[in-house]
């Protein structure tokens, strides 16, 4: 009898049976706080607004993705969420797991995107109202964020996006797909990032990336530095365009664009300069 359980127990150790893997991803919902949508990896933190937000005391309605600075290693957004929400516990103070530093309002945050019509950007008429998560491993999860079709400057626009959260690095993928009805067959896209107070930036033809300061510092103060970035291979160039930094390309309507956006945080414990955040981003 002993002896079985010895070759068993090889066995077991052969076929790698290490028992649950604990996940380095996350995403979902959070009807708790306004419908917002999380997702998080063992780097970086964001979040997009939903649908109760449009009708609370901020009467926020953005597409922009907001950022919560974390230090690298397990996931604390539950954690940071429970804390404000039961326990009282802000989640815009670092009490060593991160915190929300970062000011969206009504931009794209750090890495949405919109068409462009009449040389402004198009925003969405609401924060996005359902979603779908395709795919979800411990290293993985694949969801999509559903913008309803809204009216703007003579177009009916629509916008399904696709997120792609993996472990082990500071980007994640974004693939949208506009669909518009309206005078043109073609418009531009263009991917972006709020520029705040910008101490230091690069760029090139199909990314850029940018280092400054903390941009809500009205909780806490001394919140470090933020780099943020954005690499489209396929795009046809880099601008400025109502105060962001965007890569933007031409397409037809539901045609998929795909780039990557991320972020670091000088007090996170793995990148504290801006040219080790450029040095990241020119690699990626």
């Not at 970086?44 to 009467?59: C, H, N, P, W």
Request: proline fraction near 5%; aromatic fraction near 12%; hydrophobic fraction near 40%.
């Amino acid at each position: 009898m002993r002896k079985a359980l010895f070759i068993l127990t090889a066995a077991l150790a052969l076929a790698g049976c290490k028992g649950p893997q604990e996940p380095k991803v996350m995403a979902r919902p959070v009807p708790e706080r306004a419908d917002d949508f999380i997702w998080e990896n063992d780097y970086v933190i964001y979040r997009a607004y939903g649908k109760t937000l449009e009708d609370s005391i901020d009467f926020l309605t953005s597409p922009g993705f907001d950022i919560w600075v974390k230090h690298p290693g397990k996931l604390v957004a539950n954690q940071l969420y429970k804390d404000e929400l039961e326990n009282g516990l802000s989640y815009h103070n670092d009490r060593g797991l991160g915190k929300d530093c970062y000011k969206v309002s009504k931009t794209l945050g750090g890495g949405a995107s919109a068409l462009v019509v009449a040389d402004t950007l198009r925003f969405p008429a609401t924060n996005y109202r359902s979603y779908e998560i395709l795919e979800q491993t411990p290293d993985k999860v694949v969801f999509v964020l559903h913008y309803p079709q809204w009216e703007t400057a003579g177009f009916k626009m629509a916008l399904d996006k696709k997120i792609t959260v993996e472990a082990g690095t500071h980007f994640c993928k974004a693939e949208d797909t506009y669909t518009f009805e309206g005078p043109q067959d073609r418009l531009c896209v263009a991917a972006g990032i709020i520029r705040h107070d910008v101490m230091a930036e690069t760029s090139g033809p199909d990314r850029f990336a940018i280092w400054e300061h903390a941009s809500d510092q009205s909780k806490e103060p001394e919140d470090g530095m933020i780099g943020l970035g954005l690499v489209m291979p396929d795009a046809d160039g880099t601008t400025l365009q109502d105060g962001h930094s965007v890569l933007y390309k031409e397409i037809a309507s539901g045609q998929v664009v795909t780039y990557w956006f991320g972020n670091c945080w000088s007090k996170g414990g793995d990148i504290a300069t801006a040219q080790e955040w450029f040095n990241l981003v020119e690699a990626f």
